[in-house]
C-alpha cells in the first residue's frame, strides 16, 4: 500500500501529529508494534499539564511546554478528554529550597508562564490544608493541569481514523529504506506485518527512538530508559492535593509528586531509575515503591497507603541531550522525527504535533488543504460526570445507559458498547479499559471484566472464542483452554 505520509509510532506524539495533519489533502498512516494506540509511555506516567518553569529558557522544550499546556483546555474540550486546570506547587523545605524557587519563577517568566506566584507557609496551607508544616513556602503555577494521558492520545487517533486516516497495530518496523529516483514512492516501511510505501516519513517512537533512526542514519543521540514507578490510591484519598504537590526538582528530574487525577484519584510518584536492560520492562518493585512512600509523606504527611488501589511503572525516554530532538533528519530529506520525547512531552504534545506540521511545510512537503469539510471533535458519553437530569434523558433514548457494568465507577453497558464500536476497536480488555473506564476502581476489574469479555465475544459473532480475548497486549490471553479440555 503507498500513502503520501507514514508516522511510526502511535503515542501522544505520532497521534497529535496525526491529528494535525487532518486539514490537509494527504493520505496518512499511523502504524505501531502494538495491537493498540497508547501503549508507550503515554499509558503510563504521572498525567501532569506542567505549566513550563521548568525547561531551560530558549530551548524548543520551553517553547513547546507553554504553548502546549495553553491549547490544553480546548483541545480536551473539543475531544471530549478529561482534563483539569489544579494548578501547581513547587514546595521549599530549606532556605536554599526557596532560593531554589525564587529561580523555577524566573525561569518561569522567562518561558512566558502566565501568573506564576510564591506563596507564603500561610496561603500554602489555605492552598493545600494537607501540605506538611515543614513546607515553607511554594512556587504556585495556576495554569498547570491534570488529564488522562491515554483518553487524549485516542481521541486524537479515534478523529484521525473518522477523518479518512489509517491506524494499522502489531506492524513493527524492521527497516526503511530509499527507492531508486523515479520510483512512484521514495520511500519503503517494512515490518513484521508487510511493506509500505511513502513519500514522507515520520518517526515518533518513544523509547525506540534510536533503533528506529538506526534504520536511516546513524543516531547522534542516546536513549537513556528511565522507570518510574507510582502508588494509585483509591478515591477516599484524593482530597489531600487539591492542586499537583511537587518538591523541588534534583539531579533525578521532578522527584516524587503528589497529585489529583482527573479521574478522582490520588498518585504519588515516580521513581527515577535508569535501566540497564529491557528498555519497555514496566515492572514494579518493592525497593522502588518503598522510596515512593517515603519521599511522598515529606510533602503530605497523612496518605493512607492501605487504600493503595494499583502501583504502575512508565518509562522515559530520556536522552542525553537536554532537549527534545524534533527535525527532518540531516542528510535524510522526507524522514523527520520526534524523538526522545521526555517530560514534558505530554504537556507539550499539542504544541509538537503543530511544529511537526510547520517542519513538513518548511521542508517542502505537499500538504494542500482540504477542500471538502473534516470534523476536528469527538462526542463521547461519561455517565459517571452527567448530572441525574442528563442521565435519565439519556436512558430514556436508550437503555443501555441504565445498565451498570461496572460498579466501582458507573461505567454502563452503552459506554462500553460505545467503545467496542470505536473507530479504533479495541482488541483487550485493558483496551476497553482506556476507552471507557471500567476496571479503574477499587476492585479493579474483578466484577466487571467477565461481563466485558461477552460482550467482547458477542462483538465477535458467531465464531467467536473466549481463547482469543486478551488481557492487555499481544499474547495476553485470558484464557488457555476450554473447560472441557481441562482436566479437572
Ligand atoms: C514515569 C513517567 C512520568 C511522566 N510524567 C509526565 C508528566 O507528568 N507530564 C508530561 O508532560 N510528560 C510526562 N512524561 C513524559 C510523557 O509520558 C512522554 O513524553 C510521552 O508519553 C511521549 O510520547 P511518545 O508518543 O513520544 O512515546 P510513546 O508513548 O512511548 O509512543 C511511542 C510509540 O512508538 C511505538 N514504536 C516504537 N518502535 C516502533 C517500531 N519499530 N515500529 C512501530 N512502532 C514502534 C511504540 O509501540 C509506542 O506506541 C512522563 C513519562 C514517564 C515514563
Known sequence: MKYDIIIIGAGVIGTSIAYNLIP????????????????????????????????????????????????YEELCKNLSVPYKRCGSVVLAFSDEEKELLGELLDRGN??????????????????????????????????????????????????????????IGES?????????????????????????DAGTVIMACGLRSDKVHGFVAEPDFKIVPTRGEYFLLDKCEASKANTVIFQCPNKDGKGILVSPTVHGNLICGPTAEVLTGDPEDTATTAKMLAVVKEKAMKSVKNISWRDNIRNFSGVRANTNIDDFIIREIPDNKGIFEAAGIKSPGLASS???????????????????????????????????????????????????????????????????????????????????????????????????????????????????????????????????????????
Open 172 to 196: 513493527e518496523v524492521t527497516g526503511i529504506s530509499k527507492n531508486e529516483q523515479g520510483s512512484s514512492s521514495k520511500f519503503t516501511v517494512t515490518t513484521n506485518n508487510g511493506a509500505f
Open 24 to 71: 490537509y489533502d494527504v493520505s496518512v498512516l499511523l502504524l505501531d508494534k502494538n495491537n493498540d494506540v497508547a501503549m508507550g509511555s503515554t499509558r503510563a506516567n504521572s498525567a501532569i499539564v506542567h505549566a513550563g518553569f521548568d525547561p531551560k529558557p530558549g530551548t524548543l522544550m520551553a517553547k513547546l511546554n507553554v504553548e502546549g499546556c495553553a491549547l
Open 350 to 488: 499539542p504544541a509538537i504535533g503543530r511544529y511537526m506540521v510547520g517542519l513538513l511545510k518548511e521542508g517542502g512537503v505537499s500538504l494542500p488543504e482540504k477542500s471538502g469539510g473534516y470534523d476536528m471533535t469527538r462526542k463521547t458519553v461519561h455517565f459517571r460526570y452527567m448530572s441525574n437530569e442528563e442521565r435519565a434523558q439519556l436512558v430514556s433514548k436508550d437503555p443501555a445507559y441504565g445498565r451498570i457494568v461496572c460498579r466501582c465507577e458507573g461505567v454502563t453497558e452503552g459506554e462500553i458498547r460505545d467503545a467496542i464500536n470505536s473507530p479504533i476497536p479495541p482488541k483487550s480488555l485493558d483496551a476497553v479499559k482506556r476507552r471507557a473506564g471500567t476496571g479503574m476502581g477499587r476492585c479493579q476489574g474483578g466484577f466487571c471484566g467477565p461481563r466485558i469479555v461477552q460482550m467482547l465475544l458477542a462483538k465477535q459473532g458467531e465464531d467467536s472464542s473466549p481463547l482469543s480475548i486478551l488481557q492487555d497486549g499481544t499474547g495476553s490471553n485470558l484464557f488457555t483452554s476450554r473447560d472441557e479440555e481441562v482436566n479437572v
Open 110 to 167: 522567562k518561558n512566558g508562564v502566565p501568573d506564576l506566584k510564591i506563596l507564603n507557609q500561610e496561603e500554602l496551607r489555605k492552598l493545600e490544608p494537607c501540605v506538611s508544616e515543614e513546607a515553607l513556602a511554594a512556587l504556585y503555577a495556576p495554569s498547570a493541569g491534570i488529564v488522562s494521558p491515554w483518553e487524549l492520545c485516542l481521541a486524537q487517533a479515534e478523529v484521525f481514523v473518522r477523518n479518512g486516516g489509517t491506524f
